[in-house]
């Protein structure tokens, strides 16, 4: 069987080591002991982070990235929207017009609502 460690469970899920230490005190995880690390089963993994998940939002969208607007740059007809979604940068491109109705102006909060028919991955 594969565990993952602690690290590699928070950068999975998105938080801190601490934040999933205080989880396991909470009782919301519970990770095994080898040794002195805490791990869990990597088959586990999905499950953790649906236990985590936010509430469904009413869209098919299942990637939800909450964040805040850094820039904007509009021409005659398109707009470039750059949001800051912790550690990630998403840029959208939608019609000026979009982004007037929305008055997005940087440093105001957003959520990039990503719904993708392809997906790459790579390993490090």
Not at 12 to 32: H, K, M, P, Q, Y
Not at 46 to 70: M, W
């Amino acid at each position: 069987m594969e565990y993952l460690r602690i690290g590699e469970v928070a950068q999975a899920v998105g938080v801190s080591v601490d934040t999933l230490r205080r989880w396991e005190a909470e009782g919301r995880i519970t990770f095994e002991r080898r040794g002195n690390q805490r791990v869990l089963p990597a088959s586990q993994l999905s499950e953790v982070k649906a236990s985590l998940a936010p509430p469904q939002r009413g869209t098919s969208a299942r990637n939800h990235f909450d964040g805040i607007v850094v820039a904007v740059t509009k021409d005659g007809v398109m707009a470039q929207v750059e949001l800051a979604c912790g550690d990630y940068r998403v840029v959208s491109l939608m019609s000026r017009e979009a982004a007037d109705e929305l008055g997005l102006e940087p440093g105001m909060p957003a959520t990039a609502v990503v719904k993708a028919t392809s997906v790459m991955v790579q390993t490090s």
